[in-house]
């Protein structure tokens, strides 16, 4: 097993959702607006919303349902099947599969990790990242939302989470040569999510800020090669 672990994430399940909550209340903000916050960066890169979309290591569906009201083809996979069926609730407009064989190779136009990377031992990362590979078609493009280990909310979130006592978080450099190992190009790697809710005010500057190092989460986008 590469991604997470099954029975882990199947005992968590039930509790998933209330547990993000409480780990990122530090921010004053409830585990939707990240993912509305995430579906905004995707809208900025143009991702083409008529190609089916892949969210890789999907959890209950958090993200997903956000992605399905945006794109016209969403599949979600997850091998934990606790979390799959309640995706399967929560998002029936989505295609949700818990064994990497049922999911389509060649068929998106995109994918989605958001979170899953630092859930995944280091020596797995780029096996993990082969086989989104493999789903992807011709120039499909990959986008990795990861903690950035650096900045000390973020440190403070991942304490807080109890399905987090494992995470192995990745810097910027790590995360470039990952996708670059696994047959990508790395296009691109911004730093997002800057402030809090109390300087919400200041967040319309946050596109601005994707060079600088401070912001809770990278976000890496990567193009499928042609040949490997």
Known sequence: ???????????YAKDYAALVADSVAASGEAPDY?????????RRLCLPTEQPLLDYGCGIGLLTAH??????AVHGYDPSQQSIERARRLVPDAVFHHRLRDVPKG??????????LHHIRPDARVQTLSKVYACLGASGRLVIFEHNPYNPLTRRVVDRCPFDDDAVLLPARELRALVTAAGFD??????IVFFPRPLRCLRPLEPKLSWCGLGAQTMTVALKRSHR
């Open 186 to 191: 790395c296009i691109q790697l911004d730093y």
């Open 107 to 116: 068929y998106f136009g995109s994918a989605v990790l958001s979170g899953v």
């Open 67 to 72: 992605l399905a009201a945006a794109f016209d």
């Open 34 to 42: 990240f993912a509305r916050y995430k579906l905004d960066c995707l």
């Open 1 to 11: 097993m590469t991604l997470g672990s099954t029975p882990k994430f199947d005992a």
